[in-house]
C-alpha cells in the first residue's frame, strides 16, 4: 500500500519530504498531538467523569461477582449472582416482564406525547408560552406530585375515580384499584405518562427553537401543504440530534421506573404485580444490604437498556426519509 | 383567520401552513390536557394556604375555603429558632445549587464542543461512555462512589455534592446533540479570522446554543436544589435549605401546615427559576442568524 503510494507519488512528482509529512500525519501520535486544544477542553469533564462515574460504575460490575453486604468485605462468588438471577429468583422475572411492558408501551407513547406537546407549544409566543410549559412540566418539577394520584384512585367510595364512576352507574361498589392485581399495571402506566412530561420534552422544546426558520419558506415554495407535511418533512429531519437524545432519555426512565410503583402500589405490591427491576433492585440493595446481588440486577438492566437503544437510534435514522 | 384566539399565536401575520380548524383543534386538545397536567400544581398551592382542620379533611377536597398564611409564619418561627441561622441554609444551598448548575454548564459544554465538531482519535469511545453511564442504576453506583469520595477526602465538604455534579452525562449529551447542529461554516470564518478555540467556543458557539444550555441550567438547578445532602455531609453548617426544610416539617400531624409550605417553597424556587430560563430560551432564537 505504502509502496504504492510511493510509487504514484514519485511519478507526480512530489518529494520525499511531503510524502514523509503526510505519512507522519497519519499516525495516532501526531493526531492526538494536533489535538492538543480539543484534549485541553475535554480534561475537566473527562477527569471528573472518570473519578465519579466511570469508576463507580466498573466497581459495580466487579461487585455484581461478589456477595458484598456492605459491612465485610466482598467475597468472590464468580456466577453465582447471575445464576440465582436467571435460574432461581421468580420475582426478578415478575419484574422483568413487567418492566418489559412498561417500557414497550410508556416509552415509545410518551416519546410522541413529548414531540406532540412541545411541537404545539412551539406555535405560542411569549409568557403565555412559558406559561403553558411550565403547566406541562408542573408533574416533573412539582416534587410530591404523586400525592395527586393517591386521592384519585383511593380505594373507598370517596376516591375521584370511584366518586365518578359509582355516580354514573358504571360499577355497583368501590374498587381499591392499587391493591387489584389486575389494575395496578395500566394504572401505573396512566401515571406515569401523566409524569414523562420532563426532560425530552423540555429539549424538543428548546430543539425547535433551533430549526433554521428560512427552511419552513423553502419547504411552502417545494410544495408543503400543511403544518402535518412540513413537521414530518422539514421540524423533524432538522431536529433528529433533540430526537436521539429524547430517545436515550426515554430509555433510561422508562427501564428505571420504580418510583410511581412504590409510591402508589407499594414495595412489595399485590402479589408483585407493580413489581419492576429497580423496585427489586432496591428491595436488595437498600433493604437487605445485598450489594452484590443488587448490582447484578443493575448490569442486566444496563445490558437490557444498552440493547433497546442500539434498536431505537436504528429507527431513528429513518427519520423524514 | 378571524378569531380571538389568534392573538396568541405568533404576531405574524400570515404564518406558512397554519388552518384555522387545526389551530382551534390544537388549543382545545391542549387545554384538556392541560387541566389534567396543571392538577398537582393546583394542590400544592391550594393546601399550603389551608388551616389545619381543612388538610385533615375527609373526604379531602382539592380547593381551600378559608385561605390562611399561618402555616408560613408558622414555618417562620419554626426556622427561626433553629440551632443554625436561616440565612446559612440559604448560603449553602446558593454554594451547592449555583456551584454545582454553573460549574456543570461550563464544564460539560466545554467537552460537548470538541466531541461535537473537532476531529480526534479516541472521540467516540469517550462519547459513547458518556451515553452509556446513563443508563447505569443510580441505587448500585452510589456505594463506590461514597467510597471514592472518601478516599479523595473530599467527605463532608460542598465538594463532595459539587464534583460529581459537574460530571453527570446528561449535560454533555445535551450540549453535544445542539452544537452537532451549528453549521461548520460559523467555527470556519472565525478561524480564518484568528481566532482561537477557546474564543470560537465563547463568544460564537455558546451564544447560538443558548436554548440548549438554559435548558440544561433548569435540569441541574431542579437536580441541585432537590438533593439534601445527607449523604455526604455531616456538619449540620454544612448542609442545604432543602434538609432544614424538611427536618421541620417531618413532625407528623403537628406540623402538617408548615409541611405544606414547606412543600409549596420547595416546588416554587425551582418554579421561578424555570420560568425565568424558558422565557429567555423562546426568545433568542428569533434574532440571531443560524444559516448554513
Redesign the interface.
Same mark, same amino acid.
Given at each position: 500500500m505504502a509502496e504504492q503510494t510511493q510509487a504514484s507519488a514519485k511519478t507526480a512528482g512530489v518529494s520525499q519530504e511531503t510524502l514523509d509529512l503526510i505519512k507522519r500525519q497519519g499516525t !495516532?501520535g501526531y493526531?492526538?498531538k494536533? %489535538?492538543k %486544544?480539543?484534549?485541553f477542553? +475535554?480534561a *475537566?469533564?473527562?477527569i471528573?467523569?472518570f473519578?465519579?462515574?466511570?469508576? *463507580?460504575?466498573v466497581?459495580?460490575v466487579a461487585?455484581s461477582f461478589t456477595y458484598y453486604n &456492605?459491612l465485610e468485605m466482598p467475597e468472590f462468588v464468580g456466577w453465582k449472582n447471575y445464576i440465582k438471577l436467571f435460574l432461581e429468583d421468580d420475582i426478578f422475572m415478575i419484574s422483568l416482564k413487567n418492566t418489559l411492558i412498561l417500557a414497550l408501551v410508556t416509552g415509545p407513547v410518551s416519546y410522541f406525547l413529548c414531540l406532540l406537546?412541545a411541537w404545539?407549544?412551539n406555535?405560542?409566543?411569549?409568557?403565555?408560552?412559558?406559561? +403553558?410549559? +411550565?403547566?406541562?412540566?408542573? *408533574?416533573s418539577?412539582?416534587?410530591?406530585?404523586y400525592?395527586?394520584w393517591n !386521592?384519585i384512585l383511593s380505594g373507598d367510595r370517596?376516591g375521584y375515580l370511584n366518586g365518578i364512576l359509582l355516580r354514573l352507574g358504571i360499577m355497583d361498589e368501590a374498587v381499591i384499584w392499587m391493591k387489584t392485581e389486575k389494575y395496578v399495571l395500566p394504572m401505573l402506566i396512566v401515571v406515569q405518562l401523566?409524569l414523562s412530561?420532563g426532560?425530552g420534552f !423540555? %429539549?424538543f422544546?428548546?430543539?425547535l427553537? =433551533?430549526v433554521?426558520?428560512?427552511l419552513?419558506?423553502a419547504a411552502?415554495l417545494d410544495g408543503?401543504?400543511?403544518?402535518w407535511?412540513?413537521l414530518w418533512h422539514v421540524t423533524l429531519p432538522?431536529?433528529k *440530534?433533540?430526537l &436521539?437524545?429524547g430517545a436515550?432519555?426515554q430509555?433510561?426512565q422508562s427501564?428505571?421506573i420504580a418510583d410511581v410503583s412504590i409510591q402508589l402500589a407499594g414495595n412489595p405490591s399485590v402479589n408483585y404485580s407493580g413489581a419492576t427491576v429497580?423496585t427489586h433492585?432496591?428491595d436488595y440493595? =437498600?433493604v437487605r444490604f445485598e450489594?452484590g446481588y443488587? %448490582?447484578a440486577?443493575?448490569t442486566v !438492566?444496563?445490558l437490557l437498556?444498552?440493547g433497546s437503544?442500539k434498536l431505537v437510534q436504528r429507527l431513528l435514522r429513518r427519520v423524514g426519509e | 383567520m378571524k378569531n380571538k384566539k389568534k392573538r396568541?399565536?405568533?404576531?405574524k401575520e400570515k404564518r406558512?401552513?397554519? #388552518?384555522m380548524a387545526?389551530?382551534t383543534l $390544537?388549543f382545545v386538545?391542549?387545554f384538556i390536557? @392541560?387541566l389534567?397536567?396543571?392538577?398537582?400544581?393546583v394542590?400544592?398551592i391550594n393546601n399550603c394556604l389551608k388551616p389545619l382542620d381543612e388538610l385533615y379533611q375527609?373526604?379531602?377536597r382539592?380547593f381551600v375555603r378559608n385561605p390562611t398564611f399561618e402555616n408560613f409564619s408558622d414555618l417562620f418561627t419554626l426556622m427561626s429558632d433553629s440551632w443554625v441561622p436561616f440565612s446559612r441554609y440559604v448560603l449553602n444551598t446558593v454554594i451547592i445549587t449555583g456551584g454545582g448548575m454553573v460549574g456543570h454548564v461550563v464544564?460539560?459544554s466545554?467537552?460537548a464542543?470538541? $466531541?461535537a465538531k473537532?476531529?480526534?482519535?479516541g472521540k467516540n469511545i469517550?462519547f459513547s /461512555?458518556?451515553?452509556? #453511564? /446513563? /443508563?447505569?442504576?443510580w441505587?448500585?453506583?452510589?456505594?463506590?462512589?461514597y467510597?471514592?469520595i472518601s478516599w479523595?477526602h473530599i467527605n463532608n465538604t460542598y465538594l463532595a455534592l459539587i464534583?460529581?455534579a459537574? #460530571?453527570f @452525562?446528561?449535560g454533555?449529551?445535551?450540549m453535544k446533540?445542539?452544537m452537532?447542529?451549528l453549521p461548520d461554516s460559523l467555527m470556519e470564518s472565525a478561524r480564518l479570522d484568528g481566532a #482561537?478555540?477557546?474564543k470560537i467556543?465563547w463568544n460564537i458557539v455558546m451564544p447560538n446554543?443558548k436554548?440548549?444550555w438554559?435548558?440544561l441550567a433548569?435540569?441541574q438547578f431542579?437536580q441541585m436544589w432537590?438533593n439534601t445532602g445527607s449523604t455526604f455531609l455531616r456538619d449540620e453548617e454544612l448542609k442545604p435549605l432543602q434538609y432544614a426544610l424538611q427536618q421541620v416539617s417531618a413532625g407528623g400531624m403537628a406540623r402538617a401546615g408548615a409541611a405544606a409550605a414547606v412543600?409549596f417553597i420547595?416546588?416554587a424556587v425551582?418554579?421561578t427559576f424555570?420560568?425565568i430560563c424558558?422565557?429567555n430560551? $423562546?426568545?433568542?432564537?428569533?434574532s440571531s442568524g443560524?444559516?448554513?
Open positions: !495516532l493526531q492526538i494536533k %489535538s %486544544s480539543s484534549y477542553m +475535554l *475537566p469533564y473527562f471528573l467523569f473519578f465519579f462515574t466511570v469508576l *463507580p460504575v466497581m459495580s461487585f &456492605m406537546f404545539i407549544i406555535e405560542f409566543k411569549g409568557w403565555l408560552r412559558a406559561f +403553558l410549559t +411550565l403547566i406541562f412540566y408542573a *408533574p418539577i412539582c416534587g410530591n406530585a400525592v395527586v !386521592l370517596y401523566w412530561l426532560t !423540555l %429539549s422544546i428548546a430543539g427553537q =433551533t433554521d426558520k428560512s419552513y419558506e411552502a408543503v401543504k400543511n403544518r407535511q412540513e432538522a431536529m *440530534p433533540q &436521539m437524545f436515550v432519555m430509555i433510561t427501564f428505571a429497580v433492585l432496591l440493595g =437498600t450489594m443488587a %448490582s440486577i443493575a !438492566l444496563f437498556m444498552v437503544n | 396568541f399565536f405568533k404576531p406558512l401552513n397554519r #388552518s387545526g389551530n $390544537l386538545l391542549m390536557c @392541560g389534567a397536567m396543571i392538577l398537582p400544581l394542590m400544592v375527609f373526604p379531602p382539592i464544564v460539560a466545554l467537552a464542543y470538541p $466531541l473537532h476531529r480526534f482519535p469517550l /461512555m458518556v451515553v452509556l #453511564s /446513563m /443508563m447505569f442504576s441505587t448500585v453506583t452510589q456505594t463506590p462512589q467510597m471514592i479523595l464534583l460529581p459537574f #460530571s @452525562g446528561m454533555l449529551y445535551l446533540q445542539f452537532e447542529q #482561537s478555540e477557546w467556543f446554543v436554548p440548549a438554559l435548558t433548569i435540569f431542579q432537590g412543600t420547595i416546588a425551582p418554579i424555570f420560568l424558558q422565557k430560551v $423562546l426568545e433568542t432564537m428569533t443560524m444559516k448554513d
